[in-house]
């Protein structure tokens, strides 16, 4: 099914998602099925939205201006189940200008797609590696490709010339320790890799009860460092992997990085990301301490003027209920990139508000928040994470 890629806002460079079929690799920590356990492409459906001629709805809006595809955030586009569909999806998708971000543990079909693309590189090929041993693998990934035969496909695609990606998502000490990362990225290093997307094992308490018996064994002792164990690890992984000169993505990390510069070099368009306004910061504050505005942020990470413009339907207000329900329910309308954008910067009970970055704290002066004219908020940026926030920072 072709929907907006609501989730992956201001984080994810694709703005339109098409997954497939209910996924058959049988992750024991996919949450992708959890409240739908059969999911169909609708691929005839996604097929004719490609082919609008005049753009009705806001996803119409995005496919007509060429933001780029994912395949797949709900299910692997290259399973035995979905490899039909996917080859049928491609024929369209190299017709079109737009680029394309693929999301896999690779598999059948893969590179049936990637040939129908021809020449073209304005595809992202994103791979997904948890761990360095196949027998581990087996227990979690049960029906996915083996680590060993994933790793071996990204070393081809790279020597292709495709950007390709590594994600260590979900990232977990018992599959992926320390010592074996440090294996994993020599190796990368020495196939001239260097893009690798690293994330938490996001396995609250609540959620877990949401998953079967099976999986609960299946993932075995990673059940032992969910939370901030967890959180601490892959902390502590990020700061690694940006000292040993890999090009890291994790949301919310406290560097800077030229991962989505290059993204963007290969995919052209992309949809706004929270990071180009850490770059921007970084580069602004050059070790002193700043305040940044709302306009600042607007100007770098929604240059695009797609953003600024008004669109009559209501959809937008959709990413608003992903990054939280009370923000979500306090602003019944939303029109534009621009408006979401500033109830984001503003609300910092909203999960995806830069309030919330751990670089970011709200500026003050004798205690009271700073305002611009507009009233927005403005922000203390030093280049140094605070974790422990307070309310207001002097400045
Ligand atoms: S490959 Fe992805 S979608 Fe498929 S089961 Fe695993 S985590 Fe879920």
New binding site residues.
């Given amino acids: 099914m072709l929907d907006i890629f609501v989730g992956g806002y201001l984080f994810h460079p694709a703005a339109v998602d098409y997954s497939g079929a209910t996924?058959t690799?049988?992750?024991a920590y996919?949450f992708?099925n959890i409240n739908k356990e059969s999911r169909e492409g609708k691929l005839k459906g996604a097929i004719n939205t490609l082919y609008k001629k005049t753009p009705v709805t806001y996803m119409d809006m995005l496919l007509n201006e060429g933001y780029p595809i994912l395949l797949s955030n709900?299910?692997?586009p290259f399973t035995e189940k979905n490899k039909r569909e996917s080859i049928a999806f491609f024929t369209h998708l190299a017709e079109r200008k737009a680029g394309v971000f693929i999301q896999t543990?690779t598999g059948p079909g893969l590179d049936e797609c990637l040939s129908l693309m021809g020449a073209r590189r304005d595809v992202v090929v994103y791979i997904t590696i948890t761990t360095i041993h196949d027998e581990l693998a087996a227990m979690y990934?049960p029906f996915?490709p083996r680590p060993s035969k994933r790793i071996e496909t990204a070393k081809r695609l790279h020597d292709m010339g495709y950007m390709v990606i590594v994600a260590v998502n979900p990232l977990n000490e018992a599959w992926m320790n320390r010592n074996d990362l440090k294996i994993f990225v020599t190796d990368l290093k020495a196939y001239g890799i260097k893009h690798i997307c690293i994330e938490m094992l996001d396995i609250k308490q609540r959620r877990l009860g949401l998953l079967s018996q099976s999986k609960n064994d299946r993932l075995g002792k990673a059940l032992e460092s969910v939370g901030d164990k967890n959180r601490m690890y892959v902390r502590e992984c990020t700061e690694w992997l940006v000292s040993s000169e890999m090009s890291v993505a994790k949301k919310g990390m406290p560097f800077r990085t030229s991962f989505f510069d290059d993204i963007k070099k290969n995919l052209g368009k992309t949809m706004p990301v929270l990071q180009d306004f850490v770059n921007y910061c970084f580069k602004k504050s050059g070790g002193h301490g700043i305040v940044v505005g709302f306009d600042d942020f607007i100007n770098v990470i929604a240059k695009d003027s797609f953003f600024h413009k008004q669109i009559g339907q209501n959809t937008i207000r959709a990413y608003l209920l992903r990054s939280g329900f009370l923000t979500w329910k306090d602003n019944q309308q939303v029109h534009s990139h621009k408006d979401l954008l500033r109830i984001i910067w503003n609300d910092g009970r909203s999960k995806l508000s830069v309030q919330r970055h751990s670089l970011f704290a709200i500026a003050g002066r004798d205690g009271k928040r700073i305002l611009d004219e507009n009233g927005n908020v403005k922000l203390y940026f030093d280049g140094s994470p605070h974790f422990n926030k307070k309310e207001v920072v002097e400045t």
């Fill in positions: 996924c690799n049988g992750c996919c992708a709900r299910s692997d543990k990934e996915a």
